[in-house]
């Protein structure tokens, strides 16, 4: 078996979740109608929240704005909302259990990954921020008339934050966390198939000090998310999603002039050279695709080998594909867990239709696992099928590798280079100067050398082309939430 991170830990009992209600000034609040959320891993309800209405997202938007401009937060020295955040954070790591059985529970995450994955990282997170936020300074600016000039750094005011199904914890808080460090208020809507773990951490938030109005939280769909977009109130929208709602969000943002960050699809090549250490560079092709059941942006679901390691590579990926465990997010030592609900498993299986209908040769998986009315789809890795097939073009977001062969470095970055997209890549070499050159010539926001996935809250990630544009993590996101002020006072 390759090298594949399995984090394998304790089995964790599946959590009973009360109705979720809105978070709106710091009150919880029953809404008008309801959605239901599902147990991705039975196909079964888990609970119900709350499908806010236009007015509901209207109160909430309200509530941050009189919170940004009548309260505190705002106006807070940068080391005091860092003392609030460095709580979140404690809160984050005590309360663990708690949201590692929420998240998977709703997501299908496997226990054992969404702990040090999706659970840890989130409170890595707002203690960076919480750092970060003290380094709110300006500038003194020397100019040659009689005045003092300096600039100050504010925040933007009440910031709309747009979350996808796949993260829910990780992309809110990648939102959240820079935003409330900058000094602005928030309203968050989390994707309607995962919200919980949204609820649970507007719990945690106020339970750390941060001010009624400051976080409010409003589940529900489409007609949430274009109300806050819409809301002349909200002075900018953070959004993580598809690059097709990505574009209908700027489009409706740019017509009110409204900042925008999109962080949208993805559609990764993985570039196997014939140089590469090939144990680990297979233990990190399977990493990047199983992964959260591929449902990644920054997945590998493309792979490019050397040619002369072609047929060598796709014997080892039929025989370890098939040993990685897949099944209960809830055993310690699952893997891979169920799509995270029916939508994207029956899409995810259309496009393995479509791969069989152009010729594409299925050496591993391609079928649905029945296993507790769940949502699992064995890793599926498809050889021989052309550049140009929507298979290859297009972001498929669940466990599918396809594989390719390439002849020299130009050609790989041509394949490589060859789709819409561009937020991720990587390349497995053990050449130095070609892991320099390629990193160089690879269009995409963030390129992985010999790993995939490295991630930290200091380095800035993001897309170019069609997967957005704008960055999350390290001191870009937290520039981003700010507008710099400046100040020229007359010394006459
Ligand atoms: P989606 O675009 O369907 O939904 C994203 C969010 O937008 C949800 O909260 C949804 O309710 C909301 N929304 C839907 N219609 C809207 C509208 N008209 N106005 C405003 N908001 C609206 O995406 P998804 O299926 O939840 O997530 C998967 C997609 O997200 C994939 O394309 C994936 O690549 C992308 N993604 C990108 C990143 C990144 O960092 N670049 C990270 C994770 C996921």
Redesign the pocket.
């Known amino acids: 078996m390759t090298a594949v991170d399995t984090h394998a830990g304790p089995a964790v009992r599946r959590p009973q979740v009360d109705p979720g209600k809105l978070f709106i000034g710091g009150q919880w609040r029953e809404g008008a109608q309801h959605c239901e959320v599902i147990d991705p891993s039975t196909g079964s309800v888990i609970t119900t929240v709350v499908d806010a209405t236009e007015d509901e997202v209207s109160d909430a938007v309200l509530a941050a704005r009189t919170a940004f401009d009548n309260g505190q937060w705002a106006r807070l020295p940068g080391r005091e909302r860092g003392r609030v955040l460095n709580r979140v954070a404690e809160l984050v790591r005590r309360r663990a259990d708690d949201l590692v059985a929420v998240e998977s529970l709703d997501v299908g995450k496997p226990v054992a990954l969404c702990r040090p994955v999706d659970v840890m990282t989130t409170a890595d997170q707002y203690e960076y921020y919480a750092a970060l936020a003290q380094s709110m300074d300006g500038a003194v600016r020397d100019i040659p008339i009689n005045a003092h000039a300096y600039t100050r750094r504010e925040p933007l005011g009440v910031v709309g934050a ?6 829910p914890l990780i ?1 809110s808080t990648t939102k959240i966390a820079p935003a409330l460090a900058a000094g602005n208020a928030v309203v968050h ?4 198939d995962t919200p919980l773990s949204a609820l649970l951490m507007a719990e945690i938030l106020a339970e750390a000090g941060v001010p009624d109005g400051v976080v409010n939280v409003v589940t529900g ?2 007609r949430a ?2 109300a806050l ?1 819409r809301d002349p109130r909200v002075d900018k929208i953070a ?8 574009k ?2 700027a489009q409706l943002a740019g017509a009110a002039l409204k900042p925008v960050t999109l ?4 559609n990764a090549a993985h570039v196997v050279f014939e140089d590469a250490d090939l144990h680990k560079a297979i233990g990190a092709v399977i990493k990047a695709f199983v992964f959260n059941s591929g449902q990644f ?1 920054m997945a590998g679901p493309r792979l490019l080998v050397a040619e002369p390691l072609y047929d060598t590579v796709l014997g080892i990926l039929a025989d370890a594909v098939s040993g990685v465990p897949i099944g209960d997010p809830f055993d310690g030592t699952t893997v891979i867990g169920p799509m995270a609900g029916e939508r994207q498993l029956a899409k995810v299986l259309a496009y393995i239709e479509q791969a069989r209908a152009e010729g594409g040769r299925v050496i591993a998986g391609g079928e649905r696992l029945d296993l507790n009315g769940g949502f699992y789809l064995r890793p599926t890795v498809i050889a021989g099928l052309p550049a140009e097939s929507r298979v290859i073009q297009e ?1 498929i ?1 669940g466990p599918v590798l396809t594989v390719q062969s390439f002849s020299d470095e130009d050609e790989a970055i041509a394949l490589a280079n060859g789709t819409p997209y561009g ?1 991720a890549a990587g390349l497995q070499t053990e050449n130095l100067a070609r892991a320099h050159r390629v990193a160089a010539r690879l269009r995409a926001g963030i390129v992985w050398v010999n790993d995939w996935a490295m991630l930290d809250p200091a380095v800035p ?3 170019v082309k069609q ?2 544009f704008g960055r ?1 993590y390290g001191p870009e996101a937290l520039a981003s939430y700010t507008t710099t002020k400046s100040v020229v006072i007359s010394l006459d």
Do not use: D, R, Y
Request: with cysteine; hydrophobic share 35%.
């Open positions: 747009i979350t996808p199904f796949n993260f992309l809507k989390p994707a309607p769909g489409a998310g274009e977009v959004f993580t999603g598809s690059t097709a709602i990505g209908h969000t962080e949208l699809g993805g942006c972001e977001f937020l990630f993001g897309g997967s957005g999350e």
